[in-house]
């Protein structure tokens, strides 16, 4: 049974969700703000993460830098604002999902599932545990990217983005393609998403950044 944290400084939408995650057979734990929630996932266990961004104490946002430091734990992001700003933010920070209030709770627990799914996926699919490219290895087992040795900070989109890749490398994948098999069916995001990844990812690559080429007209393609 998967655990989920859900995290929100309205009572009432922590019992809503909770309601509805419990009806789905999750197991589930609460907190109101983002330093509560950062405690217990450094002090507990859990599959995925729900949580609001305007929390006093400490907003969404920061409470999910916090946790990325420590726990790779799927995140799925709540708020009241629909800014394509603070949805591309959110994703660079490395988010699995985003949702907007009002929310429907039975299309938030498909997403729950969906993200849960890929994680599921993603953690069982490789028969091989490293990618290997020249000094670029990454490493399917503890989720890491290391270069000629040194081991590099990536959000965990950016990891699956440069997994992806790799296991087509030389293949030129349109943006339609990684946004569906990266991100899932159930992403409502555009073109300017894998761009923004893309970028930052490549300069996490430095020396190796060329390995991620710009198919014109169509997206991009791992070059090995």
């Not at 949702?99 to 028969?127: G, I």
């Not at 000094?135 to 699956?160: C, F, H, M, P």
């Not at 293949?171 to 990266?182: E, F, G, T, V, Y």
């Amino acid at each position: 049974m998967a655990k989920i944290l859900i995290v929100d400084d309205e009572a009432k939408i922590r019992e809503v969700i909770r309601e509805y995650a419990e009806f789905n057979h999750y197991e589930t734990g609460e907190a109101e703000d983002g330093m509560q929630a950062v405690n217990m996932c450094l002090q507990g266990d859990y599959d995925l993460v729900i949580m609001d961004i305007m929390m006093p104490k400490l907003d969404g946002f920061s409470a999910c830098k916090e946790i990325r430091k420590d726990k790779d734990i799927p995140i799925i992001m709540l708020s009241a604002r629909g800014e394509e700003y603070d949805k591309l933010f959110g994703f660079e920070l490395g988010i699995d999902d985003y949702v907007v209030k009002p929310f429907s709770p039975k299309e938030l627990m498909a997403r729950v599932a969906a993200v849960l799914a890929r994680r599921k996926a993603a953690e069982t699919s490789a028969p091989s545990n490293e990618l290997v490219s020249g000094g670029l290895v990454l490493n399917k087992s503890s989720r890491t990217v290391a270069i000629d040795g040194k081991r590099i900070d990536v959000t965990l989109k950016e990891y699956e983005l440069l997994a992806y890749l790799m296991e087509n490398k030389n293949i030129a994948l349109s943006r339609d393609k990684l946004l569906q098999d990266i991100w899932g069916y159930d992403f409502f995001g555009d073109d300017r998403t894998i761009d923004t990844h893309i970028k930052n990812l490549r300069g996490r690559l430095g020396d190796y950044r060329d390995k991620i080429a710009t198919v014109r007209g169509i997206g991009y393609k791992f070059e090995d």
